[in-house]
């Protein structure tokens, strides 16, 4: 009740900026995203708990009470996504699964139904609860996969995939999501897309916030802030096709964005779902050689 409250105080339009905060607000910021997330554990892996105990667990995802919430925040990303790639990718990675993997199954069941889902999480508990969900289920124990790792551990690996989604709480600060998206940057497959979460506003004070500029070696697409219930901002980006420092151009900032000759579509102007605001999308410019 009180997380439900919390969430419900924070979603409505605001022009706050959480980087303007002095210190001490900024260090209380710091502890809810972190008391909010270790909520969101107990959450999920008690509901987890409680799915497991059905003979098929995924007929009674509704029982979950951010369900409705899943479903609108997959269809949003598969929208973004389906708009920057025109192939559909056929091995996506979901880093920061956890005990209950609604994103990864969500997006298995109504959007991406011949893709296979590789989902990493430190917490072996986690990914046990999580198997549970998917094992008698017959086309989804044969596309979904769990790996009980650190993701700052996986290197080679990470080349497979056409898509990489990265958790709105793997890094609870952002240093520590900061460090996890060089290291993707350094392992994932050149012109692979990577899909963020983030936070705008107030919704600040529940989940760590990305910005372009952090996304070093990636081409930023568009970031969507929504303005319903679906509490989390969503960043989309592309893996620079070759070394950004040896492509000419001046960096400031995010630097001069590059239109790279095998990028897998045009960059367009997309508003997924009426209730979305499309706050952000980044132009790129054409730099010629």
């Known amino acids: 009740m009180l997380f439900t409250q919390l969430v419900l105080t924070c979603i409505p339009p605001n022009p706050i900026d959480v980087n303007k905060l002095c210190k001490k607000i900024q260090e209380m910021r710091s502890k809810l995203i972190r008391l909010c997330g270790e909520a969101e554990g107990h959450l999920e892996s008690h509901f987890s708990a409680i799915l497991g105990s059905y003979e098929n667990p995924l007929d009674h995802l509704n029982l979950f009470p951010y369900y409705s919430n ?51 999480d430190i917490d072996p508990s986690a990914n046990s609860k999580a198997l549970q969900l998917v094992t008698s289920h017959p086309d989804l124990s044969s596309r979904m996969f769990f790996h009980t790792t650190d993701i700052m551990d996986v290197t080679s690996e990470l080349q497979e995939f056409d898509v990489v989604f990265l958790a709105a709480l793997v890094g609870m600060d952002k240093e520590e999501k900061v460090k996890v998206v060089d290291h993707l940057s350094k392992q994932m497959a050149p012109g692979a897309i990577l899909m963020l979460r983030s936070a705008h506003g107030a919704r600040a004070f529940l989940y760590p916030v990305i910005d372009p500029c952090d996304l070093r070696g990636f081409e930023v697409l568009s970031v969507f802030h929504p303005s319903d219930e679906v509490v989390n901002s969503v960043v989309i980006a592309r893996k620079y096709s070759m070394p950004i420092n040896s492509i000419d151009h001046q960096q400031t900032g995010i630097g001069s964005m590059i239109v790279l000759p095998n990028k897998c579509c045009e960059i367009l102007a997309f508003n997924p779902l009426s209730h979305v605001t499309m706050v952000e999308e980044l132009a790129v410019e054409e730099k010629h050689s």
């Open 70 to 120: 899943y479903l609108k925040l997959s269809l949003l990303e598969f929208n973004i996504l389906k708009q920057h790639c025109s192939n559909v990718p056929s091995k996506v990675a979901f880093v920061g699964s956890g005990p209950l993997p609604l994103t990864s199954i969500v997006l298995a069941c109504n959007h991406l139904t011949a893709t296979s889902f590789h989902n990493y």
